[in-house]
């Protein structure tokens, strides 16, 4: 019983398949794919950000972003005062 073979591994794939079907592991294969590229481009937006900043001091901090989405709106909330 020491490691598993390769039909091993293609019984419990076949196993997997039977009880949740390709579709639903398709899914969730896509939606882990979104996750992973989601989280690559918000270190990579945050490594650009810091690097603006030491680049140019002065420069100021909130600028807009490019949305991937052209359904999104993009809008900035403001708090508001009540008198």
Do not use: C, Y
């Not at 039977?18 to 690559?40: E, M, P, Q, Y």
């Amino acid at each position: 019983m020491g490691s598993m073979s390769i039909w091993h591994w293609v019984i419990v794939l076949v196993v997997v398949m039977l009880i949740f079907g390709t579709k639903k592991i398709g899914n969730i294969g896509s939606d882990l794919g979104k996750a992973v590229k989601g989280f690559k481009d918000g270190v990579k937006g945050d490594e650009e950000k810091a690097n603006a900043a030491n680049a140019n001091p002065n420069a100021s901090t909130t600028q807009p972003q490019q949305v991937a989405d052209k359904t999104t709106i993009d809008v900035e909330a403001r708090d508001k005062t009540r008198s």
